[in-house]
Protein backbone atom coordinates (compact mmCIF):
# COMPACT_ATOMS: atom_id res chain seq x y z
CA UNK A 1 0.00 0.00 0.00
CA UNK A 2 1.02 3.59 -0.75
CA UNK A 3 0.86 4.94 2.67
CA UNK A 4 3.46 1.67 4.08
CA UNK A 5 6.95 3.40 4.16
CA UNK A 6 6.56 6.30 6.10
CA UNK A 7 3.59 4.98 7.74
CA UNK A 8 6.17 2.18 8.65
CA UNK A 9 8.79 4.38 9.70
CA UNK A 10 6.43 6.83 11.56
CA UNK A 11 5.44 3.72 13.72
CA UNK A 12 8.97 3.13 14.73
CA UNK A 13 9.38 7.00 15.17
CA UNK A 14 6.52 7.12 17.47
CA UNK A 15 7.72 3.91 18.90
CA UNK A 16 11.05 5.37 19.72
CA UNK A 17 9.62 9.03 21.24
CA UNK A 18 7.21 7.34 23.30
CA UNK A 19 10.27 5.54 25.01
CA UNK A 20 12.36 8.41 24.32
CA UNK A 21 8.82 10.80 25.56
CA UNK A 22 9.24 9.36 29.13
CA UNK A 23 12.52 11.55 29.61
CA UNK A 24 9.34 14.53 29.22
CA UNK A 25 7.23 12.37 31.29
CA UNK A 26 4.93 12.03 28.24
CA UNK A 27 5.29 7.98 27.78
CA UNK A 28 0.94 7.67 28.62
CA UNK A 29 0.14 10.20 26.09
CA UNK A 30 -1.98 8.79 23.89
CA UNK A 31 -0.95 8.32 19.83
CA UNK A 32 -3.34 8.69 16.74
CA UNK A 33 -1.04 5.97 15.47
CA UNK A 34 -3.76 3.21 14.77
CA UNK A 35 -6.19 5.76 13.11
CA UNK A 36 -3.23 7.37 10.42
CA UNK A 37 -3.98 4.23 8.74
CA UNK A 38 -7.96 3.47 9.04
CA UNK A 39 -9.26 6.94 9.97
CA UNK A 40 -13.57 6.79 8.95
CA UNK A 41 -13.87 9.27 6.16
CA UNK A 42 -17.08 9.03 5.39
CA UNK A 43 -20.53 8.38 7.24
CA UNK A 44 -22.89 9.34 4.30
CA UNK A 45 -25.46 7.24 5.67
CA UNK A 46 -27.49 9.57 8.40
CA UNK A 47 -28.01 6.54 11.38
CA UNK A 48 -31.23 5.98 11.88
CA UNK A 49 -33.48 8.56 14.70
CA UNK A 50 -31.15 10.95 13.37
CA UNK A 51 -31.85 13.69 11.03
CA UNK A 52 -29.78 17.02 10.15
CA UNK A 53 -28.57 19.71 12.67
CA UNK A 54 -28.31 22.34 9.87
CA UNK A 55 -30.12 25.50 10.64
CA UNK A 56 -31.20 23.44 14.20
CA UNK A 57 -32.82 25.70 16.35
CA UNK A 58 -33.29 24.90 19.86
CA UNK A 59 -35.90 26.11 22.54
CA UNK A 60 -34.98 29.65 23.64
CA UNK A 61 -33.48 29.58 26.78
CA UNK A 62 -34.05 33.65 28.18
CA UNK A 63 -30.88 32.86 31.08
CA UNK A 64 -28.36 31.08 29.88
CA UNK A 65 -27.08 29.07 33.12
CA UNK A 66 -23.75 28.11 32.15
CA UNK A 67 -20.87 25.87 33.34
CA UNK A 68 -17.06 25.92 32.30
CA UNK A 69 -14.64 22.57 32.47
CA UNK A 70 -11.31 24.14 32.17
CA UNK A 71 -10.53 27.06 34.10
CA UNK A 72 -6.74 27.53 32.58
CA UNK A 73 -5.19 30.26 30.78
CA UNK A 74 -8.06 30.54 27.44
CA UNK A 75 -10.88 29.41 30.25
CA UNK A 76 -9.88 31.78 33.05
CA UNK A 77 -10.28 34.70 30.41
CA UNK A 78 -13.78 33.03 29.20
CA UNK A 79 -15.48 33.35 32.98
CA UNK A 80 -14.26 36.77 32.87
CA UNK A 81 -15.81 37.64 30.24
CA UNK A 82 -19.17 35.83 30.88
CA UNK A 83 -19.32 38.14 33.92
CA UNK A 84 -19.34 41.28 31.58
CA UNK A 85 -22.59 39.12 29.58
CA UNK A 86 -25.87 39.87 29.97
CA UNK A 87 -28.36 37.01 29.83
CA UNK A 88 -26.34 34.72 31.61
CA UNK A 89 -25.82 32.89 34.97
CA UNK A 90 -22.23 31.27 35.55
CA UNK A 91 -23.66 28.27 37.49
CA UNK A 92 -20.40 26.30 37.98
CA UNK A 93 -16.26 26.17 37.38
CA UNK A 94 -14.43 22.69 36.68
CA UNK A 95 -10.49 22.45 37.15
CA UNK A 96 -8.61 19.04 38.28
CA UNK A 97 -5.88 21.81 39.06
CA UNK A 98 -7.31 23.02 42.29
CA UNK A 99 -5.18 26.10 41.98
CA UNK A 100 -6.79 27.34 39.29
CA UNK A 101 -10.19 27.13 40.67
CA UNK A 102 -8.96 29.22 43.13
CA UNK A 103 -8.09 31.99 41.07
CA UNK A 104 -10.92 31.91 39.07
CA UNK A 105 -13.12 31.86 42.51
CA UNK A 106 -11.28 34.61 43.82
CA UNK A 107 -11.92 36.84 40.79
CA UNK A 108 -15.74 35.84 40.73
CA UNK A 109 -15.92 36.85 44.20
CA UNK A 110 -14.51 40.49 43.49
CA UNK A 111 -17.16 40.37 40.82
CA UNK A 112 -20.16 39.68 43.82
CA UNK A 113 -20.33 36.32 42.27
CA UNK A 114 -20.59 34.33 45.53
CA UNK A 115 -22.52 31.68 44.55
CA UNK A 116 -20.63 29.93 41.61
CA UNK A 117 -20.19 25.85 42.62
CA UNK A 118 -16.09 24.61 42.39
CA UNK A 119 -15.14 20.92 41.03
CA UNK A 120 -12.30 19.84 41.22
CA UNK A 121 -10.27 16.51 41.65
CA UNK A 122 -9.84 13.15 39.16
CA UNK A 123 -9.63 13.90 35.83
CA UNK A 124 -13.43 12.64 35.58
CA UNK A 125 -14.43 15.33 37.89
CA UNK A 126 -15.87 16.63 35.05
CA UNK A 127 -18.50 14.74 34.65
CA UNK A 128 -20.13 15.60 37.78
CA UNK A 129 -20.84 19.13 36.90
CA UNK A 130 -22.17 18.00 33.34
CA UNK A 131 -24.66 15.44 35.55
CA UNK A 132 -26.24 18.52 37.03
CA UNK A 133 -29.71 19.52 36.32
CA UNK A 134 -29.20 23.32 36.15
CA UNK A 135 -27.26 24.07 33.32
CA UNK A 136 -28.17 24.70 29.80
CA UNK A 137 -24.68 25.40 28.06
CA UNK A 138 -21.36 23.25 29.02
CA UNK A 139 -18.21 25.46 28.18
CA UNK A 140 -15.06 23.57 27.19
CA UNK A 141 -12.04 25.18 27.49
CA UNK A 142 -9.52 22.25 28.30
CA UNK A 143 -6.48 20.73 26.41
CA UNK A 144 -7.30 19.62 23.03
CA UNK A 145 -7.60 15.61 23.27
CA UNK A 146 -10.59 16.33 26.10
CA UNK A 147 -12.82 18.65 23.61
CA UNK A 148 -14.83 16.20 22.09
CA UNK A 149 -15.60 13.40 24.59
CA UNK A 150 -16.83 16.32 27.09
CA UNK A 151 -18.44 17.42 24.14
CA UNK A 152 -20.44 14.54 23.67
CA UNK A 153 -20.88 13.37 27.00
CA UNK A 154 -22.30 17.06 27.33
CA UNK A 155 -24.92 16.70 24.32
CA UNK A 156 -25.70 13.20 25.50
CA UNK A 157 -26.83 14.93 29.31
CA UNK A 158 -28.90 17.59 27.15
CA UNK A 159 -26.63 20.61 27.55
CA UNK A 160 -25.50 22.24 24.13
CA UNK A 161 -21.84 22.30 24.25
CA UNK A 162 -19.26 25.39 23.47
CA UNK A 163 -15.67 23.67 22.97
CA UNK A 164 -12.48 26.09 22.27
CA UNK A 165 -10.52 25.09 19.37
CA UNK A 166 -10.09 22.74 17.56
CA UNK A 167 -13.09 20.96 18.15
CA UNK A 168 -11.91 17.70 17.78
CA UNK A 169 -8.51 15.94 16.56
CA UNK A 170 -9.60 12.95 14.74
CA UNK A 171 -12.06 12.34 12.29
CA UNK A 172 -14.13 9.80 14.34
CA UNK A 173 -14.15 12.43 16.47
CA UNK A 174 -15.45 15.12 14.17
CA UNK A 175 -18.68 12.30 13.38
CA UNK A 176 -18.96 11.50 17.14
CA UNK A 177 -19.97 15.48 17.29
CA UNK A 178 -21.93 15.39 13.99
CA UNK A 179 -24.04 12.39 15.12
CA UNK A 180 -24.46 13.14 18.57
CA UNK A 181 -25.23 16.34 18.04
CA UNK A 182 -28.00 15.61 15.08
CA UNK A 183 -29.57 12.80 17.81
CA UNK A 184 -29.73 14.79 20.66
CA UNK A 185 -30.74 18.08 18.84
CA UNK A 186 -28.30 20.31 21.15
CA UNK A 187 -26.29 22.58 19.87
CA UNK A 188 -22.21 22.24 19.47
CA UNK A 189 -20.05 25.01 18.67
CA UNK A 190 -16.85 25.59 18.33
CA UNK A 191 -15.60 29.14 19.85
CA UNK A 192 -13.86 30.10 16.69
CA UNK A 193 -13.23 33.71 17.45
CA UNK A 194 -10.88 34.75 14.48
CA UNK A 195 -14.21 34.77 12.81
CA UNK A 196 -15.54 37.57 14.52
CA UNK A 197 -12.54 39.99 14.29
CA UNK A 198 -13.17 43.17 12.50
CA UNK A 199 -10.93 42.97 9.21
CA UNK A 200 -12.56 39.39 8.89
CA UNK A 201 -16.39 40.44 9.43
CA UNK A 202 -15.74 43.32 7.04
CA UNK A 203 -14.54 41.41 3.88
CA UNK A 204 -16.92 38.81 4.73
CA UNK A 205 -19.52 41.35 4.45
CA UNK A 206 -17.28 42.59 1.01
CA UNK A 207 -17.85 39.43 -0.11
CA UNK A 208 -21.11 38.89 0.30
CA UNK A 209 -21.68 42.19 -1.32
CA UNK A 210 -20.07 40.94 -4.56
CA UNK A 211 -16.58 43.50 -4.00
CA UNK A 212 -14.30 40.70 -4.77
CA UNK A 213 -16.14 38.89 -7.76
CA UNK A 214 -15.99 35.17 -7.91
CA UNK A 215 -13.45 34.35 -5.10
CA UNK A 216 -11.57 31.30 -5.87
CA UNK A 217 -8.55 31.30 -3.32
CA UNK A 218 -8.07 32.01 -0.18
CA UNK A 219 -5.23 31.89 2.53
CA UNK A 220 -5.20 31.42 6.02
CA UNK A 221 -2.50 30.41 8.84
CA UNK A 222 -1.59 30.00 12.45
CA UNK A 223 2.05 31.59 12.65
CA UNK A 224 2.91 31.95 16.34
CA UNK A 225 5.86 31.07 17.86
CA UNK A 226 4.71 29.19 21.07
CA UNK A 227 7.98 27.86 21.84
CA UNK A 228 7.93 29.01 25.13
CA UNK A 229 4.43 28.60 25.99
CA UNK A 230 5.06 24.94 24.87
CA UNK A 231 7.89 24.44 27.11
CA UNK A 232 6.31 25.90 30.14
CA UNK A 233 7.61 29.15 32.37
CA UNK A 234 5.66 32.02 31.36
CA UNK A 235 3.49 34.43 33.38
CA UNK A 236 0.12 35.57 31.88
CA UNK A 237 -0.87 37.86 34.67
CA UNK A 238 -3.51 35.16 35.82
CA UNK A 239 -0.96 33.57 38.01
CA UNK A 240 -0.50 31.35 35.45
CA UNK A 241 2.55 29.35 34.93
CA UNK A 242 2.10 28.15 31.27
CA UNK A 243 1.19 24.58 30.42
CA UNK A 244 3.20 23.46 33.02
CA UNK A 245 2.06 19.72 32.15
CA UNK A 246 2.97 20.74 28.41
CA UNK A 247 -0.10 19.20 27.00
CA UNK A 248 0.57 20.91 23.68
CA UNK A 249 4.44 20.14 23.62
CA UNK A 250 3.23 16.73 24.15
CA UNK A 251 0.78 16.44 21.02
CA UNK A 252 3.32 18.43 19.02
CA UNK A 253 5.55 15.14 19.69
CA UNK A 254 3.80 12.59 18.39
CA UNK A 255 1.75 14.34 15.45
CA UNK A 256 3.41 16.34 12.33
CA UNK A 257 0.84 18.46 9.49
CA UNK A 258 -1.23 21.12 10.37
CA UNK A 259 -2.33 20.65 14.24
CA UNK A 260 -4.10 23.81 14.95
CA UNK A 261 -5.66 24.81 11.60
CA UNK A 262 -9.39 26.58 12.59
CA UNK A 263 -7.91 30.49 12.83
CA UNK A 264 -6.63 30.13 9.55
CA UNK A 265 -9.61 28.49 7.68
CA UNK A 266 -12.60 29.65 9.71
CA UNK A 267 -12.73 32.78 8.25
CA UNK A 268 -11.83 32.28 4.97
CA UNK A 269 -14.08 29.36 5.11
CA UNK A 270 -17.10 31.25 5.94
CA UNK A 271 -16.33 33.38 3.00
CA UNK A 272 -16.11 31.07 0.72
CA UNK A 273 -19.54 29.28 1.47
CA UNK A 274 -17.53 26.27 2.91
CA UNK A 275 -20.62 23.74 3.62
CA UNK A 276 -23.22 26.70 2.56
CA UNK A 277 -23.22 26.31 -1.19
CA UNK A 278 -19.49 24.59 -1.53
CA UNK A 279 -17.48 22.08 0.48
CA UNK A 280 -14.07 20.76 1.18
CA UNK A 281 -13.34 18.02 -1.56
CA UNK A 282 -9.38 16.92 -1.09
CA UNK A 283 -6.24 18.82 0.08
CA UNK A 284 -2.98 17.64 0.18
CA UNK A 285 -0.44 18.44 2.87
CA UNK A 286 3.70 19.39 3.38
CA UNK A 287 5.58 19.85 6.25
CA UNK A 288 9.16 20.83 6.69
CA UNK A 289 11.86 18.65 8.82
CA UNK A 290 11.86 20.11 12.36
CA UNK A 291 14.35 22.30 13.40
CA UNK A 292 13.06 25.34 15.84
CA UNK A 293 12.15 22.92 18.92
CA UNK A 294 15.26 21.37 19.21
CA UNK A 295 17.24 24.30 18.93
CA UNK A 296 14.93 25.98 21.19
CA UNK A 297 15.55 23.32 23.38
CA UNK A 298 19.08 22.64 23.40
CA UNK A 299 19.55 26.70 23.97
CA UNK A 300 17.51 25.90 27.09
CA UNK A 301 18.27 22.61 28.95
CA UNK A 302 21.97 22.30 26.45
CA UNK A 303 22.50 19.97 24.14
CA UNK A 304 22.42 17.09 26.18
CA UNK A 305 19.15 17.09 27.77
CA UNK A 306 16.70 14.58 27.44
CA UNK A 307 14.75 17.67 26.39
CA UNK A 308 17.43 18.36 23.52
CA UNK A 309 17.32 14.59 22.24
CA UNK A 310 13.46 13.93 22.46
CA UNK A 311 12.52 13.63 18.56
CA UNK A 312 9.80 16.07 17.71
CA UNK A 313 7.20 15.01 15.17
CA UNK A 314 5.86 18.39 14.07
CA UNK A 315 7.43 19.74 11.19
CA UNK A 316 8.37 23.85 11.86
CA UNK A 317 5.85 24.45 8.75
CA UNK A 318 2.61 23.00 7.29
CA UNK A 319 1.49 23.66 4.28
CA UNK A 320 -1.98 22.25 3.37
CA UNK A 321 -3.72 22.79 0.32
CA UNK A 322 -7.42 22.72 0.02
CA UNK A 323 -9.72 22.17 -3.26
CA UNK A 324 -13.30 22.77 -2.95
CA UNK A 325 -16.46 20.63 -4.57
CA UNK A 326 -16.53 24.39 -7.15
CA UNK A 327 -12.97 24.18 -7.99
CA UNK A 328 -11.46 27.11 -5.44
CA UNK A 329 -8.46 26.53 -3.41
CA UNK A 330 -6.95 27.03 -0.07
CA UNK A 331 -3.83 27.15 1.15
CA UNK A 332 -3.38 26.99 4.84
CA UNK A 333 0.09 27.08 6.92
CA UNK A 334 0.97 26.20 10.54
CA UNK A 335 3.95 27.14 12.52
CA UNK A 336 4.45 27.55 16.12
CA UNK A 337 8.13 27.28 16.03
CA UNK A 338 9.92 29.94 13.56
CA UNK A 339 11.05 33.41 15.31
CA UNK A 340 8.77 35.31 13.22
CA UNK A 341 6.03 37.37 13.63
CA UNK A 342 2.32 37.01 14.18
CA UNK A 343 0.29 35.98 10.99
CA UNK A 344 -3.19 34.57 10.12
CA UNK A 345 -2.67 35.84 6.80
CA UNK A 346 -5.98 36.22 6.23
CA UNK A 347 -5.94 36.44 2.01
CA UNK A 348 -8.89 36.56 -0.58
CA UNK A 349 -8.47 36.90 -4.18
CA UNK A 350 -11.76 36.79 -6.70
CA UNK A 351 -12.30 38.00 -9.83
CA UNK A 352 -12.62 41.52 -9.46
CA UNK A 353 -9.84 42.42 -6.61
CA UNK A 354 -7.91 40.92 -2.83
CA UNK A 355 -7.66 41.59 0.21
CA UNK A 356 -5.01 39.96 2.92
CA UNK A 357 -4.38 41.22 6.82
CA UNK A 358 -1.20 40.09 7.28
CA UNK A 359 1.83 40.94 7.20
CA UNK A 360 -0.02 44.30 6.08
CA UNK A 361 -3.15 44.72 5.55
CA UNK A 362 -3.96 45.45 1.81
CA UNK A 363 -6.83 46.00 -0.32
CA UNK A 364 -6.94 45.89 -4.43
CA UNK A 365 -9.67 45.87 -6.36
CA UNK A 366 -9.98 46.43 -10.44
CA UNK A 367 -9.24 48.47 -12.25
CA UNK A 368 -6.00 49.48 -10.75
CA UNK A 369 -5.18 46.03 -9.24
CA UNK A 370 -1.44 46.76 -9.41
CA UNK A 371 -1.70 48.62 -6.43
CA UNK A 372 -2.99 48.46 -2.90
CA UNK A 373 -5.25 51.28 -2.12
CA UNK A 374 -4.24 53.90 0.04
CA UNK A 375 -4.55 53.46 3.75
CA UNK A 376 -7.33 56.61 3.75
CA UNK A 377 -9.15 54.70 0.97
CA UNK A 378 -8.94 51.51 2.19
CA UNK A 379 -9.92 52.69 5.63
CA UNK A 380 -13.23 54.42 3.99
CA UNK A 381 -14.29 51.12 2.73
CA UNK A 382 -13.48 49.25 5.81
CA UNK A 383 -15.81 51.67 6.89
CA UNK A 384 -18.31 51.40 4.54
CA UNK A 385 -18.43 47.55 4.12
CA UNK A 386 -18.35 47.42 8.51
CA UNK A 387 -20.24 44.49 9.29
CA UNK A 388 -23.85 44.49 9.92
CA UNK A 389 -23.14 42.96 13.17
CA UNK A 390 -20.09 45.28 14.58
CA UNK A 391 -21.88 48.26 13.44
CA UNK A 392 -24.58 47.08 16.26
CA UNK A 393 -22.50 46.04 18.96
CA UNK A 394 -18.89 47.12 18.12
CA UNK A 395 -18.70 49.74 20.61
CA UNK A 396 -20.07 48.54 23.44
CA UNK A 397 -17.92 45.12 23.18
CA UNK A 398 -14.90 47.51 22.23
CA UNK A 399 -15.41 49.39 25.93
CA UNK A 400 -15.92 46.28 27.86
CA UNK A 401 -12.64 44.98 26.02
CA UNK A 402 -10.91 47.63 26.79
CA UNK A 403 -11.67 47.11 30.37
CA UNK A 404 -10.62 43.04 30.11
CA UNK A 405 -7.33 43.55 28.51
CA UNK A 406 -6.12 39.66 28.69
CA UNK A 407 -9.38 39.40 25.81
CA UNK A 408 -8.46 39.39 22.09
CA UNK A 409 -10.82 42.82 21.79
CA UNK A 410 -13.95 42.60 20.21
CA UNK A 411 -13.77 39.36 18.30
CA UNK A 412 -14.03 37.22 21.83
CA UNK A 413 -16.96 39.36 23.50
CA UNK A 414 -19.01 39.32 19.82
CA UNK A 415 -18.36 35.43 19.83
CA UNK A 416 -19.95 35.05 23.24
CA UNK A 417 -22.52 37.57 22.54
CA UNK A 418 -23.66 36.23 19.61
CA UNK A 419 -23.49 32.27 20.79
CA UNK A 420 -25.82 33.32 24.06
CA UNK A 421 -27.85 35.50 21.52
CA UNK A 422 -29.11 32.70 19.64
CA UNK A 423 -29.43 30.51 22.30
CA UNK A 424 -31.81 33.28 24.59
CA UNK A 425 -33.69 33.56 21.60
CA UNK A 426 -34.15 30.09 19.88
CA UNK A 427 -32.05 30.36 16.82
CA UNK A 428 -29.56 28.97 14.57
CA UNK A 429 -26.14 29.35 15.63
CA UNK A 430 -23.22 31.18 13.42
CA UNK A 431 -20.33 28.45 13.56
CA UNK A 432 -22.22 24.54 13.69
CA UNK A 433 -21.29 21.13 14.11
CA UNK A 434 -20.47 21.03 10.59
CA UNK A 435 -18.23 24.08 10.64
CA UNK A 436 -16.66 22.86 14.06
CA UNK A 437 -16.20 18.85 12.28
CA UNK A 438 -15.24 20.23 8.82
CA UNK A 439 -12.52 22.53 9.69
CA UNK A 440 -11.27 20.49 12.64
CA UNK A 441 -10.98 17.68 10.31
CA UNK A 442 -8.13 19.12 8.78
CA UNK A 443 -5.84 17.91 11.74
CA UNK A 444 -5.94 14.53 11.23
CA UNK A 445 -6.07 14.75 7.46
CA UNK A 446 -3.33 16.95 6.68
CA UNK A 447 -0.79 14.42 9.06
CA UNK A 448 -1.69 11.44 6.68
CA UNK A 449 -0.83 13.12 3.63
CA UNK A 450 2.54 14.48 5.08
CA UNK A 451 2.85 11.01 6.34
CA UNK A 452 2.50 9.83 2.79
CA UNK A 453 4.60 11.84 0.80
CA UNK A 454 1.84 14.85 0.45
CA UNK A 455 -0.76 12.40 -0.72
CA UNK A 456 -4.50 13.58 -2.24
CA UNK A 457 -6.43 12.93 0.90
CA UNK A 458 -10.22 13.22 0.25
CA UNK A 459 -12.21 14.88 3.20
CA UNK A 460 -15.74 13.66 4.60
CA UNK A 461 -18.84 15.95 3.48
CA UNK A 462 -19.93 16.18 7.08
CA UNK A 463 -23.45 17.44 5.69
CA UNK A 464 -23.79 14.19 4.19
CA UNK A 465 -24.73 15.98 0.88
CA UNK A 466 -26.73 19.13 2.60
CA UNK A 467 -24.11 21.36 1.87
CA UNK A 468 -25.88 22.71 -0.88
CA UNK A 469 -29.23 23.80 1.25
CA UNK A 470 -27.45 27.01 2.03
CA UNK A 471 -25.72 29.75 0.10
CA UNK A 472 -23.82 31.70 2.39
CA UNK A 473 -23.29 32.49 6.36
CA UNK A 474 -26.28 34.49 7.97
CA UNK A 475 -26.22 35.74 11.34
CA UNK A 476 -29.29 34.65 12.36
CA UNK A 477 -31.75 37.70 14.21
CA UNK A 478 -34.92 37.54 16.37
CA UNK A 479 -37.68 38.65 13.60
N1 LIG B 1 -9.32 30.82 20.61
C1 LIG B 1 -8.22 31.29 21.12
O1 LIG B 1 -7.81 32.41 20.83
C2 LIG B 1 -7.44 30.45 22.08
C3 LIG B 1 -6.39 30.98 22.81
C4 LIG B 1 -5.74 30.15 23.72
C5 LIG B 1 -6.12 28.83 23.87
N2 LIG B 1 -7.15 28.35 23.13
C6 LIG B 1 -7.60 26.96 23.29
O2 LIG B 1 -8.14 26.82 24.60
C7 LIG B 1 -7.91 25.50 25.08
C8 LIG B 1 -7.22 25.57 26.43
O3 LIG B 1 -5.99 26.24 26.27
P1 LIG B 1 -5.30 26.97 27.49
O4 LIG B 1 -4.28 27.86 26.92
O5 LIG B 1 -6.33 27.55 28.37
O6 LIG B 1 -4.62 25.71 28.22
P2 LIG B 1 -4.32 25.56 29.78
O7 LIG B 1 -3.44 24.40 29.95
O8 LIG B 1 -3.88 26.88 30.31
O9 LIG B 1 -5.75 25.26 30.39
C9 LIG B 1 -6.38 24.01 30.31
C10 LIG B 1 -7.00 23.75 31.67
O10 LIG B 1 -7.73 22.52 31.60
C11 LIG B 1 -7.54 21.85 32.83
N3 LIG B 1 -7.82 20.42 32.65
C12 LIG B 1 -7.02 19.48 32.11
N4 LIG B 1 -7.62 18.27 32.17
C13 LIG B 1 -8.82 18.46 32.77
C14 LIG B 1 -9.89 17.60 33.12
N5 LIG B 1 -9.84 16.28 32.89
N6 LIG B 1 -10.96 18.12 33.75
C15 LIG B 1 -11.03 19.46 34.03
N7 LIG B 1 -10.03 20.31 33.73
C16 LIG B 1 -8.94 19.83 33.09
C17 LIG B 1 -6.09 22.13 33.19
O11 LIG B 1 -5.81 21.91 34.55
C18 LIG B 1 -5.95 23.58 32.77
O12 LIG B 1 -6.21 24.47 33.84
C19 LIG B 1 -7.11 24.81 24.00
O13 LIG B 1 -7.99 24.11 23.19
C20 LIG B 1 -6.49 25.93 23.21
O14 LIG B 1 -6.22 25.58 21.88
C21 LIG B 1 -7.81 29.14 22.26
Partial sequence: ????????????????SVMGSALLGISSFPSLAESIGGAATSSLKMPSGQKTAIDMSAPPIPT???GFIGVGNRGWYAVRRYTFLEGVEIKAICDINAARIDITQKMLKEKGLNDVVSY??????????VERNDLDLIYITTPWLLHTPMAVYS?????????????AVTIEQCWDLVNTSEKTRR????????CYDEFEMATLNMAQQGVFGEIYHGEGAYIHRLNELCFGKKEDGTGKDYYEDQWLLKYNTMHTGSTYPTHGIGPIAQIMNVNRGDKFEFLTSTSSNQYGITK???????????QAKQKYMLGDINTTVIKTHKGKTMMIQHDVTSPRPYSRIHLISGTKGIAQKWPV????????YHHYLKKEEMDELLVKYQHPQIKKFGETFREISIKDEGSHGIMDYLMEFRLIYCLRNGLPIDIDVYDAASWSSIIELSEKSVLSESKKIDIPDFTRGEWNKRQQLEFAEKS
Fill in 1 to 16: MEQSDNYNSRRKFLKS
Fill in 64 to 66: VRV
Fill in 187 to 194: HCTMLENC
Fill in 155 to 167: MNCGKHAALEVPA
Fill in 361 to 368: QGIALEPD
Fill in 120 to 129: TGGPDVWKKL
Fill in 296 to 306: YAQEKYGIDSP
